[in-house]
């Protein structure tokens, strides 16, 4: 089966595109199909709207929890969108047990290099952020410091 790399998910289906596949989800009702629901999940989580990546992840978790032939399919799009939600301690663990069971997949890969360089990237900024708090700390408690011994 193909998939696509982690690039890929960056392109939203168009707008027509992604509503055969809700017409389809909808249609099917209280009987949707495996394949639909995986199918609509797909375009839910290429979608740019979080929403809509939202609910791509919580139909694909239930494809997850229910059928276990379909599990495999779901981990990487289950790591791919909670990548593009941000929730990348969940998109690590989906994408790190996707790679336990195939060390060779190389789009498993390729999300492990985006979440690795936005972890490392969103720490760096963290420490930053508090490094500059804590000089401006600094600063003020030492001025206030110099204004109490003048007194």
């Not at 595109?17 to 394949?35: H, N, P, S, T």
């Not at 809509?52 to 997850?64: A, D, K, N, T, Y």
């Not at 990548?83 to 990348?88: A, R, V």
């Not at 936005?118 to 930053?128: C, N, P, Q, R």
Request: aromatic share 8%; hydrophobic share 40%; glycine share 12%.
């Amino acid at each position: 089966m193909w998939l696509p790399d982690a690039a890929d998910a960056d392109s939203p289906l168009k707008p027509d595109e992604l509503q055969v596949l809700r017409a389809q989800y909808e249609k099917e009702g209280d009987y949707v199909g495996i394949q639909t629901k995986f199918n609509y999940a797909w375009g839910l989580i290429k979608s740019a709207n979080r929403g809509e990546q939202q609910e791509g992840v919580r139909l694909l978790s239930e494809i997850f929890r229910n059928s276990p032939e379909r599990r495999r399919e779901c981990l990487y799009y289950l790591g791919l969108g909670n990548f593009k939600l941000g929730n990348y301690a969940e998109a690590r663990r989906y994408n790190d047990l996707l790679l336990n069971h195939e060390p060779g997949n190389l789009q498993a890969g390729s999300l492990k290099g985006l979440i690795d360089d936005k972890v490392a990237k969103e720490g760096l900024v963290g420490v930053a952020i508090v490094s500059g708090i804590a000089i401006a700390a600094g600063v003020v408690g030492s001025m206030i410091f110099k204004g109490s011994r003048r007194r």
